[in-house]
């Protein structure tokens, strides 16, 4: 069963930069397309520690990558020493 999150997230114009640094595509390279193209982002999976989205060629649907988000705690403490 899954627990769904009270906040629908939709896509916005990234128009506003969030002060998060959260990396957002926007336009990936398809090598289908041979060009940079939109994307769309689909859920792949519910982690334990976030959410794993995957990027789709809006024109072709290819798969143009994926991309892991954490909720809240964006950072991370010790990487590398
Ligand atoms: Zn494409």
Redesign the pocket.
Known sequence: MYTQRGHARRTRTASSPDAFGEFQASALF?E??RAA?PVRERRLLFLADGELWEYL?V??G?SLGTRRTTPGGAGGGGVGA
Do not use: F, S
């Open positions: 398809c289908r397309c193209q060629c024109v072709c290819a």
